[in-house]
């Protein structure tokens, strides 16, 4: 017994390769000694490996056995050892899913997929953000990068994590920042000194423009005086974060109302959206996109950050203008593939 037990612990310790080339060893050896001490009873080498495996998974169908003295003690020596190394293999592969599920909530894994948008720094925003973005296209990939040590939204497959300093260049290749769609950089809420987040922010923008110049960056900023900073870093989007929140919180309460239809602009779960809409070979001028999409039931309001196009109808449209309509969603799939 004490044998037994020694060898188990061995057994135990040997590394996954090692086991696999033991067990189909095992199998191999099994198989040609089963055919060799009974070949009318196996009749070629297939039957002999498949009643090794059966006997070896406490299967036993009993469609072939041994029935030569040889073969029945062939027959023991499996019981004894091929379902314990079996049960070594299965417990294996259960300790290696084990081990991958913990570290996928460490933040040790890497991230192989692409066209990922991918969220810096964990705070509430940041959980706000994800449902934002799962419930615009639930098929999305969402990769958290975050100096913490535990997965903020383990319960959620589409959203990997990667524990890590954000500005560190083998953060962000893990995170595969190359192949990713957006990144979108929170302000840290953990540091007290809004001078010392904008400029964590700043440091972690200038390392993905550095590594990925073609990733669409968005970045939380929270004092306004930065905001030329992250201009030279060449940041697509940024949000004043504290600038925001005041001028939704004034025109709630000078304008009754106005808070949700701006609320209903933010979020993609409730009322209409903005939307991006292809241009249309028809289109002139704004006055020709405006009357067209509004009869579908979509509202023109700007060309990329410009929104007085209401005021020049009769202008035409340029090639490389982007245009923006509120509409619901089904309204926007309609337009979209017209204009397909």
Not at 23 to 50: D, K, M
Not at 55 to 78: E, H, N, Q, S
Request: aromatic share 8%; net charge negative.
């Amino acid at each position: 017994m004490h044998f037994f037990l020694r060898l188990s612990l061995k057994m135990m310790r040997l590394r996954k390769t090692t086991i696999s080339v033991l067990v189909i060893l095992f199998v191999v050896l099994c198989s040609t000694l089963a055919f060799l001490l009974e070949p009318e009873t196996f009749q070629n080498g297939f039957n002999a490996f498949y009643w090794v495996l059966t006997t070896m998974a406490t299967v036993g169908y009993g469609d072939y056995y041994a029935v030569t003295v040889p073969g029945k003690i062939l027959t023991i020596f499996i019981y004894i050892f091929g379902i314990g190394l079996l049960s070594l293999v299965i417990g294996k592969v259960i300790e290696s899913f084990g081990s991958m599920q913990r570290q996928r909530g460490a933040g040790r894994l890497n991230f192989r997929g692409s066209g990922q948008v991918i969220i810096i720094n964990w705070s509430k925003k940041a959980q706000s953000a994800i449902d934002e973005i799962l419930s615009y296209s639930p098929e999305s990939e969402i990769v958290v990068i975050d100096d913490s040590s535990q997965h903020p939204a383990e319960h959620l497959e589409q959203v990997h994590f990667i524990s890590g300093d954000p500005s560190a260049d083998d953060v962000l290749m893990r995170a595969n920042i190359l192949e990713a769609k957006s990144a979108i950089v929170f302000a840290d809420a953990r540091i007290d000194e809004s001078a010392l987040v904008d400029g964590k922010s700043l440091l972690i923008v200038s390392s993905i423009e550095r590594i990925a110049p073609n990733v669409h960056t968005t970045v939380e900023i929270v004092q306004e005086k930065h905001v030329q900073n992250f201009r030279h870093n060449h940041v697509n989007e940024f949000v004043l974060s504290h600038d925001a929140v005041s001028r939704l919180a004034v025109r709630a309460a000078l304008q009754e109302g106005n808070s949700d239809v701006l609320m209903q602009l933010l979020s993609r779960e409730h009322g209409d959206d903005i939307y991006e809409v292809s241009l249309n070979q028809a289109w002139k001028t704004y006055g020709d996109a405006f009357q067209d999409l509004l009869r579908q039931g979509a509202t023109l309001i700007s060309d990329r950050n410009d929104l007085t196009i209401n005021r020049k109808l009769d202008q035409p449209i340029p090639r490389d203008a982007k245009l923006y309509v509120v509409s619901d969603e089904a309204t926007y799939r309609r337009i979209v593939g017209k204009l397909a």
